[in-house]
């Protein structure tokens, strides 16, 4: 088991920046890869960003790249997702989520939410216009 918590959401003005952190505890060593996602209101869960245990390889989607930036450190536990130049339609609620099972190395496979199987609470982030 992993158990996942952000922390780091608020209240920010659209051309400002958050930084999310993801606290892990329990099996971390077996977390291949974590990676971030978010849900808006009336939305479906969307992919975000995820960064792989070891390479530092990292995978965004098209409309976070050049603003968002997500890092690991492994020696606490930690994930993070420094978000600049937020714009009003990045208001979510920020999961984190951690994939145990590494079955491919594929944007395809850390964009699937279903790849992963631990879960955070979420944090929200509000960015007004």
């Known amino acids: 088991q992993v158990q996942l918590v952000e922390s780091g959401g608020g209240l920010v003005q659209a051309g400002g920046s958050l930084r999310l952190s993801c606290a892990a505890s329990g099996r971390t060593g077996s977390t291949y890869a974590m990676g971030w996602f978010r849900q808006a209101p009336g939305k479906e869960r969307e992919f975000v960003a995820a960064?792989?245990?070891?390479?530092?390889?990292?995978y965004y989607t098209e409309s976070v790249k050049g603003r968002f930036t997500i890092s690991r450190d492994n020696a606490r536990n930690k994930m993070y997702l420094q978000m600049n130049s937020l714009k009003p339609e990045d208001t979510a609620v920020y999961f984190c989520?951690?994939?145990?099972?590494?079955?491919?190395?594929?944007?395809?496979?850390?964009?699937?939410?279903?790849?992963?199987?631990?879960w955070g609470q979420g944090t929200q982030v509000t960015v007004s216009s």
């Open positions: 989520a951690a994939d145990t099972s590494y079955r491919s190395s594929d944007y395809s496979y850390f964009s699937n939410s279903a790849s992963y199987d631990f």
């Open positions: 960064i792989l245990r070891y390479g530092s390889y990292t």
